[in-house]
């Protein structure tokens, strides 16, 4: 049993053979993938992908990145599409720092109402957050998300700020960077957080995990990071399975 809470599977890298990477996914054990939708052209794909698949569901938002491109009556398109049965989270949003496609406050206010949006929704919300970790912290408090928590996607900051999600009631995602030999913080970071509280993801086709790192990423693959994170908590792999899962059906309110 084992739940990959990010993927985006929709993917034009998975084109060719989609229908067998998600077949090799249930033989890994994976049993549910939230996949996530991130702008107006992978929205509509997440949405068709979970309606097709019974164990895929859907997460909504814009990405930081694509934050210049939401116009008028884009958060009340959201909102509309939040009523559908599959749709689990607003996501993924946050701040991206790293890639110059949209401006710093475009970013921050398009983060803002998106989180406002969730609140109105009592939906959880899945951050990006790249090179941007004190503004998103920041942004997080002052709108109020711990009122409906959520994950912090493939987590990559400090241990401080990663105490601070917590604090606002948001799990801490880990994907492939915690298998690569010198990821130091991310691997010190997962010891530290409450088992209670981690997620394990994919983020696939991004981010695969060694021995992978470099190539495609896939679903089947978070068993890799499953592994990676048992042996840091010293658990089973079928402990942590049992966890991660149960953290994820609760983050997202399925069962």
Not at 41 to 69: C, M, N, R
Request: include cysteine; charged fraction near 25%; hydrophobic fraction near 40%.
């Amino acid at each position: 049993m084992l739940i990959d809470t990010h993927a985006h599977l929709d993917s034009p890298n998975f084109d060719e053979d989609r229908d067998s990477v998600i077949e090799r996914a249930r033989a890994a054990g994976v049993t549910t993938i939230i996949n996530i939708g991130f702008n107006r052209d992978t929205i509509p794909t997440t949405l068709a992908l979970a309606e097709k698949y019974d164990f895929i569901y859907a997460a909504v938002g814009f990405h930081p990145v694509d934050s210049i491109q939401v116009q008028p009556g884009d958060m009340e398109w959201l909102a509309s599409l939040c009523s559908h049965e599959k749709v689990v989270a607003i996501g993924e949003i946050g701040l991206d720092y790293h890639w110059d496609t949209s401006p710093k406050d475009v970013q921050q206010h398009v983060f803002r109402e998106q989180v406002q949006l969730a609140k109105s929704l009592k939906k959880p919300i899945v951050i990006h957050n790249r090179d941007a970790h004190e503004d998103v912290v920041k942004i997080l408090k002052e709108e109020g998300a711990a009122e409906v928590g959520g994950v912090m996607h493939c987590f990559s900051g400090s241990w401080e700020i990663a105490r601070q999600c917590l604090d606002m009631n948001f799990y801490i995602s880990f994907g492939g960077p915690v298998t690569f030999k010198n990821a130091r913080v991310p691997k010190e970071v997962l010891k530290r957080v409450p088992i209670e509280r981690i997620l394990i993801e994919t983020d696939a086709p991004y981010l695969a995990p060694h021995p992978y790192r470099g190539k495609r990423n896939e679903s089947s693959y978070v068993t890799l990071v499953a592994e990676a994170a048992a042996e840091m908590k010293g658990k089973t792999l079928e402990e942590i399975s049992k966890i991660t899962t149960e953290n994820a059906k609760e983050c997202f309110g399925i069962r």
